[in-house]
């Protein structure tokens, strides 16, 4: 978790952050490139069981998870990072990193150890708001 947050999370900048179990909007099911057994492995860390990291040792940035991330996000009007639990097979780990802002969206990061060490070795958008579409009309365009 450490790595995750030092290298991933806390780079992003001034924001709230709070864990909670998510599957990442992916319903169990997924048609990203990720391995079915690793995959399987986050789901399972992220069932109705599961509960947050306790992620107080992060300092005064950490939000409790008692309200939802969104929700945060509209109190504080400051952008909030929800961390999901990690699946984890041997040497490979999977999470879930959902940013909620003006704009919401999420990505799997990939971790991978070697010995004891652990390093982030990918990102792939697991969801993302779709972008709205610009209806204006353009005189080019012979509107």
């Not at 109190?75 to 929800?82: A, F």
């Not at 982030?120 to 012979?142: I, K, S």
Request: negative net charge; charged residues 25%; proline residues 5%.
């Amino acid at each position: 978790m450490r790595k995750l947050l030092t290298g991933f999370v806390l780079p992003m900048g001034e924001l709230s952050i709070m864990s909670r179990p998510s599957d990442c909007r992916t319903d169990g099911k997924s048609g990203l490139a990720i391995p079915l057994v690793l995959f399987d492995a986050f789901l399972n860390a992220n069932d109705q069981q599961a509960i947050a990291f306790d992620l107080s040792e992060f300092g005064d940035r950490v939000i409790s998870a008692g309200d939802s991330p969104r929700s945060v996000y509209l109190q504080l009007r400051n952008p909030v990072v929800s961390i999901s639990r990690v699946g984890m097979t041997k040497n490979d780990a999977l999470v879930c990193v959902e940013v909620f802002a003006r704009e919401e969206r999420a990505f799997f990061v990939f971790l991978h150890r070697e010995g004891a060490t652990w390093d982030l070795v990918g990102e792939m958008v697991a969801w993302e708001e779709p972008q709205e579409e610009d209806l204006t009309e353009d005189p080019e365009d012979g509107y």
